[in-house]
């Protein structure tokens, strides 16, 4: 858009660059000032290419800058299967379990327990991101060890985090979903790893990730070669102090208008108190979220890590129950959920 | 907290500041540095008096700056009775209506529609707050007409906004509910004369206030006489531009456990589109909200205010429908939902 | 911008409305999608009315919706008088005093002691907006007198801050400057009265403003009549908690390349800490403000309201002495500078 | 702080568990409530061991989470090294230079201008973090090469970005100082990396980090054996969309208050816009920032990354002599500036 006062010699300096770009210009007359209308798949290089050239007021991108995960060229609904277990189509699945892996008893009681309760997949940390390097760092190799034997003795397919490409086969061997966290969420090396490993990948939002560049961050590992990306909802920051984070469950509706990719909710780690967890977590599942990733430790007070936004075995057992009949009234189904319930 | 190289003068200089105040400081000695804890009613007071002293570090109020609006003291929830509805106690109850009255004919037909619905309280507004000078304003006066005629024929309580101080008696001769909005949410010349009103008070948030202040607005308008105060969750400013604001659902849950006031949630004015309104009204519902403010208009392309964030009263019956499920699935109350249901 | 499998009947369904409301559309075919070109002046209207029509992707405004404060119809830059001292035209003009007016005595001896230190405006609160009811909230009608005393005494023409439509004539009567705060800056009825006041207006940017609302803002008090409008930065909310707020300073070049309106900082409230003010204020200076708003108490550990972030009167002739060392390398002039200096 | 209701049993169990991690309780009555105060090293596990239990309202760590980096134990200011030139140490340092290195005559014209109007590092990526797989995404090796010869014949040491840990020793032959990304702040695995490369490192701010995320991302660092860490502010994300970022340049002050740490300021990526750079480049400069990081481009128009942020030769040799002036009034010293100046 040009300035009301743009002169012709303006005007055709910006025409030229556009055709020196290889795209074509088209001059749009109005009432107040000259708008010209450029064509072609690399907006972002366009609107660079122009923006801060005399007489220009605004650049404005109109085509989305993702391909691969839009909804718009790729109109049928992914559904991600994570050892066996479907992400996606219309169901709900429910990942739980501790925040870091602390011993093999803590991980497979929490299993056994989260289980019972009618999770279908198992998460829990072995090497985890903190923000201090003073905060416990996870077991590392050995935690990867304890979720190998939880699955055995569970059954539930295994979500965990990878922090560095190098790191990436060595986690991919033990874990059936790969996590990519939130500070890493534009650590474009670990997504285009993560791309090439094979496994499915669980991409949460970045802490202060647009939507768009949340799913040009999807765009990353599907374009290496991945087309298995759930994304996960977690909480993005904000002014607001109360809560760890703010839960913008409205990224549910508007991923799924978006984009073919299964999104999922992490109420634990968006709100950081466990009060506050099951309410959150219902309110996901009545906003649409194809599944839920939810903080459970068998004593919470005695975790080592993220203890005061953790469920008890007993709080996460009735949140399934709500969760239950949450979704019978939705119409949806609960993935796993018949086999393993209290009924 | 005190500075770990602070001066035996400076600390006695901190003990002497809280004493003037006619507080009482005790002296907390720890392994690295010295706190000086102070008890007393003021919070603010002690922090602002203390906070910039040489040697001192930190200064951290630890009691809630809220007494009336307060779970602490005052833990039976109340229920705010607007002309003969019910808001808060377990139920839930749904305003709707469109953005700004228009004309009589639209405010009767999306009134006489709503209420068909299940809806069991009119909004609409007559003055309206627009960023622009601009933009349409509203009707006025003749707005407040044809919310009393709606009243009369559909027999819905009215709710609606009132701006300015000097108007809050000649709308509230119109309505049952005073409106707040989201701009006037720390204008405090507004919320005392809501206050001495008589009339219940919906208080949006603020679109940069925390939880904390929100509660903070409504003390004023209980402190000046009137008890009857409803939280309105609209969508809080972020960086997140794909929605217009971003609902912070989790402040339904968190309110709560602060609060004994009802807490209800607008989805219109927080995703600003149409299409992602009806999944984050059921997931207001589900995270606990006591009601729900939705914009309806019977043509929203038509719409002189708000028209891409209303449903048409199509959208709006199905989603009552889908409200209806929910609220039965959670074992709570639709108010007015029986007798003015479709069936 | 249209979808890229939107039908026929999807774009003239557009065409149709967009020439209902009167306006001329322009297709626009390209590659992927069609665009479609609007030429009117009310972007925002166009923008409501064909945003959510079936096969419509993005409706980008591009007008700038004001118009009495922007550059482009007004290049000529604002000078705004103050009862005799200019804001605005190259110059430098510092305003300084309490946060709020706490006796005649208190207001006096800031007064001369600024006044001394070269700054050529008086600010001081006498009705004083607090987001707790039970903060100290000014003398009200006596701290109007004590700033017209102070003015009587050091010949400093005064700012202070109204909070309501009705206080405007009562405060108009004692202040050279009617001060719109943060917490009002969307008070659209404040915003016409002190339009209407005949006294130049200082416009604080709201907690959570766009520069765009805030010209919004600005263009209120203008189209009722008044033009003499001063913008005041103050610092914007964030998720950054360790100053009160953040000052955006980035916002006084970019409003003086959009407004011919003054801009000035007000490095005290956003900050909200005294040994960060003098750094702030020196970079608003740098950056080309128009002048500073600085809170100064002869006793800042005593002060009533924000003596954290107040400065000392020695601390604020020494900012003035770094202020004069900066104006005369940036080639400024200081305004009152030379005949209030020390020397 | 315990609940003003909290029953003794509540109380002991706090008490109990506090004393389980090692650490030993105070309680502290007080009018309303008890608080328990607690010293100890780690607060952060403190605080997530008690802020859960019943009857707890709040936990509330006082003491600093990094030391390292921190002031208060170490109240000498770094200077730091990079090639031969000091950044720090009450003087100020430039580095200046393209977005991405795009050939060897781009770079090496950028690099002898840039040198020739007084800069005395030069900048330049190579590698280059983009949020869309789609974009420029730098020369790699190639554009190492380039960065050498440029050095070769300039004599600027010289500052480029890394991405991963597989690349920090390939980019540490290349460079004299490396770059970590406001995308990278919190990718733990590469701040160990660089933290063990041997070569000084300047830590950019994340786009969503407070100020004490931030120097823990440096307390990473050093704590892997690097002392050489310099900070860059360069905007973080707010609501605000005028402005690529929002520059906090009170983040420069309130690091210096809170580190020895030198701090830089990178005015172009902060604000986005060429137009906006020189006045907050010189802000930074007046804040008291110890260095500055401008993007410059021969012709940015045809830059192939951030041309529209981008100076030009002609631009940053005005901004340099502003800078100097600036320099002078503020009894600084500009590194490198004599004998590189134009006279």
Same mark, same amino acid.
């Given at each position: 858009m040009m300035n009301a006062q743009a002169t012709p010699a303006e005007i055709a300096n910006v025409v030229a660059h556009v055709r020196a770009r290889g795209y074509r210009p088209i001059e749009l007359p109005g009432a107040d000032r000259l708008a010209i209308g450029v064509l072609g798949s690399n907006p972002a290089a366009i609107r660079d290419a122009v923006v801060?050239? %005399?007489?220009?007021i605004a650049a404005i991108p109109v085509s989305k800058p993702y391909k691969m995960v839009g909804l718009e060229w790729h109109p049928e609904r992914s559904v991600v299967a994570v050892g066996g277990v479907a992400i996606g189509g219309g169901s709900l699945t429910v990942a739980a379990g501790p925040c870091a892996v602390e011993s093999e008893q803590q991980l497979v009681a929490t299993a056994t327990g989260v289980a019972a309760a009618g999770a279908s997949l198992l998460r829990g940390g072995a090497y985890k991101p903190r923000s @201090? %390097?003073? @905060?416990?760092r996870g077991l590392g190799a050995e935690g990867l060890d304890h979720l190998r034997r939880a699955r055995e003795i569970t059954g539930l397919p295994v979500v965990t985090e990878v922090l560095a490409p190098a790191d990436v086969a060595l986690v991919a061997d033990a874990a059936d979903m790969l996590q990519v966290g939130t500070r890493n969420a534009q650590n474009f090396s670990l997504l285009e790893a993560v791309g090439e490993s094979g496994k499915p990948v669980l991409l949460k939002r970045g802490l202060s990730n647009t939507v768009e560049e949340w799913l040009l961050s999807a765009e990353y590992v599907v374009a290496h070669g991945n087309p298995d990306v759930v994304l996960c909802e977690r909480g993005i920051r904000t002014f607001e102090t109360a809560t760890r984070n703010t839960l913008d469950l409205s990224a549910v509706p508007l991923v799924q208008s978006l984009s073919h990719l299964p999104v999922i909710v992490d109420p634990s780690h968006a709100t950081g108190h466990r009060h506050l967890v099951p309410a959150m977590a219902l309110a996901a599942v009545a906003a649409g979220a194809d599944g839920l990733l939810v903080e459970v430790h068998p004593s919470p007070d005695d975790a080592l890590s993220d203890g005061p936004q953790s469920l008890t075995l007993e709080q996460f057992s009735q949140l399934m129950n709500d969760v239950r009949r949450l979704v019978t009234a939705l119409r949806h189904e609960l993935v796993g959920g018949p086999s393993h319930g209290p009924g």
């Amino acid at each position: 858009m040009m300035n009301a006062q743009a002169t012709p010699a303006e005007i055709a300096n910006v025409v030229a660059h556009v055709r020196a770009r290889g795209y074509r210009p088209i001059e749009l007359p109005g009432a107040d000032r000259l708008a010209i209308g450029v064509l072609g798949s690399n907006p972002a290089a366009i609107r660079d290419a122009v923006v801060a050239l %005399p007489g220009v007021i605004a650049a404005i991108p109109v085509s989305k800058p993702y391909k691969m995960v839009g909804l718009e060229w790729h109109p049928e609904r992914s559904v991600v299967a994570v050892g066996g277990v479907a992400i996606g189509g219309g169901s709900l699945t429910v990942a739980a379990g501790p925040c870091a892996v602390e011993s093999e008893q803590q991980l497979v009681a929490t299993a056994t327990g989260v289980a019972a309760a009618g999770a279908s997949l198992l998460r829990g940390g072995a090497y985890k991101p903190r923000s @201090s %390097p003073y @905060s416990f760092r996870g077991l590392g190799a050995e935690g990867l060890d304890h979720l190998r034997r939880a699955r055995e003795i569970t059954g539930l397919p295994v979500v965990t985090e990878v922090l560095a490409p190098a790191d990436v086969a060595l986690v991919a061997d033990a874990a059936d979903m790969l996590q990519v966290g939130t500070r890493n969420a534009q650590n474009f090396s670990l997504l285009e790893a993560v791309g090439e490993s094979g496994k499915p990948v669980l991409l949460k939002r970045g802490l202060s990730n647009t939507v768009e560049e949340w799913l040009l961050s999807a765009e990353y590992v599907v374009a290496h070669g991945n087309p298995d990306v759930v994304l996960c909802e977690r909480g993005i920051r904000t002014f607001e102090t109360a809560t760890r984070n703010t839960l913008d469950l409205s990224a549910v509706p508007l991923v799924q208008s978006l984009s073919h990719l299964p999104v999922i909710v992490d109420p634990s780690h968006a709100t950081g108190h466990r009060h506050l967890v099951p309410a959150m977590a219902l309110a996901a599942v009545a906003a649409g979220a194809d599944g839920l990733l939810v903080e459970v430790h068998p004593s919470p007070d005695d975790a080592l890590s993220d203890g005061p936004q953790s469920l008890t075995l007993e709080q996460f057992s009735q949140l399934m129950n709500d969760v239950r009949r949450l979704v019978t009234a939705l119409r949806h189904e609960l993935v796993g959920g018949p086999s393993h319930g209290p009924g």
